[in-house]
């Protein structure tokens, strides 16, 4: 495909890149459907309403293959069109949304597939039409890097169940003496709103004090340097974290929920905040929240922190209580205005995900 076609509305260019998107997505849905012991998720596999699913499935198949017809009309180079053409056929020809699922599915060992197709598809269709409407700063929907970051995203959701593994493994495996029934017994009588109110302090409190050693300590902040290598914010950015980081810090911020002994639907709610929360703060927005930022950290509190602006350096640490920062010295919020560069001051992180991945492990550039 050559780099000099158009990619403005009428030029193939959307509708090509929107076919492949579909037609990925379709072809990983069929997958799911073809193997869901092996590929999804067995929490959400018994929610599912699967004509629902199908549904879904069909419509993004068949718009994945009329868009694709469209940008080969309408582009000179037909390679998007092609593309998404063939995903959507290859899908089609492995049994669409038609392939049946045996019920109930066999125990296995798994790749999160459903959870990362579903998750891209409910973030996308949320922020991206809020990052269009209201951006922070004019950047186009794939901007430099957004590869990159659509990895990180990937990664992080299909390795879910090792991600679990290596955060709750070192809580019961070191920490199962610590838990007490009656306390337990106690936190679980409250109620469900009063618990998840605790869990947010707590997990917070915890990863505020993880988020600071990350940026003292030499070899964790190589690590923690990846998920601030972004120049560029948006609701993907924040997806840019390094597994050595993502396996640390979980299994801190758990620690405290499994001695307390919280409830499973708190915990639960609590992730679900999460999952929500952590894209908000890196979205590509203008809002402003008034006096709901000093209560609870908002896009622009953390992403002064990401900023590489000699005041904001090393502050704001807490991911969503504010006041934490505040009452440790460590908060940066004036009245107004943005950050106005996004990233890792001096020497910059390479680009590609296996490069960073590697990055904490190589010794650092020598100083000229």
Known sequence: ?????PRKFGSGWISGSASIVLGA???GAVLCLLFPAQLTTPELRAIYP????RGLIQAGIVTGFVLGLLSIVLRKSKALGLAGLLLATIAVLLGGWEVPVEVPVAKSNYLGLDWFLLDLLLMSV???PIERLFPRV?????RDEFSTDLVYFFIGHVLIQVFVFFTVAPATAFFAWARHPSFEAAITSQPLPVQFVEIVFVSDLFFYWTHRLFHRVPFLWRAHAVHHSPRQMDWLAGSRLHILEIVIVRAVMFLPLFVCGFSASAVQAY???VALHAVLLHANVRFRFGWLEQIIAMPRYHQFHHASDGESLDKNFAVHLPWLDRLFGTQYLPRDGWPKHMGVAGDPLPATYWAQLV???RPPRASV
């Open 25 to 27: 997505m379709g072809l």
């Open 50 to 53: 699967m004509g629902i699913v």
């Open 138 to 142: 004019s950047q186009p929907i794939l």
């Open 1 to 5: 495909m050559s780099s000099a076609e």
């Open 126 to 128: 949320l922020f991206v």
């Open 271 to 273: 992730v679900a905040f």
């Open 359 to 361: 990055y904490p492990f």
